[in-house]
Nanobody, 124 residues
Framework: QVQLVESGGGLVQAGGSLRLSCAASGRTFSTYAMGWFRQAPGKEREFVAYITWNGGRTSYVDSVKGRFTISRDNAKNTVYLQMNNLKPEDTAVYYC?????????????????WGQGTQVTVSS
């Protein structure tokens, strides 16, 4: 079992930055692929980014490429999402996720573990 707790959300003006953190419990954190999803009001949940267990590979949805960076620190059981040049359309609840396999992130599946979400609001 893996428990995920997000932090770092908030209100920011367009063009600003936020860094989301996700603290994971469990001794096997370093073996899990990790990712972020988001859901805006009235919209479907959307994949944002993922990172493999060793950080060797990352992938992003096109709309955040060049602005967001996912990273992880396995010694701290934490994954991060650095968000720069934020836009109003980035406003959503952001969810941290984990799975023992990276495949859900690349084939449009649903990762096994989810955090409770953190709100990100970008004002224009």
């Amino acid at each position: 079992q893996v428990q995920l707790v997000e932090s770092g959300g908030g209100l920011v003006q367009a063009g600003g930055s936020l860094r989301l953190s996700c603290a994971a419990s469990g001794r096997t954190f370093s073996t899990y692929a990790m990712g972020w999803f988001r859901q805006a009001p009235g919209k479907e949940r959307e994949f944002v980014a993922y990172i493999t267990w060793n950080g060797g590979r990352t992938s992003y949805v096109d709309s955040v490429k060049g602005r967001f960076t996912i990273s992880r620190d396995n010694a701290k059981n934490t994954v991060y999402l650095q968000m720069n040049n934020l836009k109003p359309e980035d406003t959503a609840v952001y969810y941290c996720t984990a799975d023992q396999n990276y495949r859900p992130y690349v084939v449009g599946g649903t990762p096994a573990y989810w955090g409770q979400g953190t709100q990100v609001t970008v004002s224009s």
